[in-house]
């Protein structure tokens, strides 16, 4: 929940600093105007981390924070995948010296 809030707050920051209205916003966004009134009004729950990310991209909008972000959401992948190698080296190891 908290690095939703955050995510938000920076897209919050981004359409004050422009002066952009609703609708600008939502088309520069890639979002319906009734979500970016969501979003300025503190709705979270209706939004996902993804899909907050997805919106600083289009706005390319770069942070630290979205970088943290990204990383910490890829973690479970890259351990997955680092488990899946491990299988595949032990089996073709195994295979190797089955073999000679």
């Given at each position: 929940?908290?690095?939703?809030a955050?995510l938000a707050?920076?897209?919050?920051?981004f359409?004050?600093?422009?002066?952009?209205?609703?609708p600008?916003?939502?088309?520069?966004?890639?979002?319906?105007?009734?979500?970016?009134?969501?979003?300025?009004?503190?709705?979270l729950?209706?939004?996902?981390v993804?899909?907050?990310?997805?919106?600083?991209d289009?706005?390319?909008?770069?942070?630290?924070?979205?970088?943290?972000?990204?990383?910490?959401?890829?973690?479970?992948?890259?351990?997955s995948?680092a488990?899946?190698v491990d299988l595949?080296?032990?089996s073709?190891?195994?295979?190797i010296?089955?073999g000679?």
């Amino acid at each position: 929940m908290k690095r939703r809030a955050e995510l938000a707050l920076v897209l919050e920051r981004f359409v004050q600093r422009r002066q952009l209205t609703q609708p600008q916003a939502a088309k520069l966004l890639g979002v319906s105007q009734p979500s970016i009134n969501d979003l300025l009004r503190g709705r979270l729950h209706r939004f996902s981390v993804d899909s907050l990310l997805i919106m600083m991209d289009r706005a390319q909008i770069r942070s630290n924070l979205r970088s943290s972000c990204q990383r910490q959401l890829m973690e479970p992948l890259i351990k997955s995948i680092a488990v899946a190698v491990d299988l595949i080296r032990g089996s073709l190891g195994a295979s190797i010296s089955c073999g000679e």
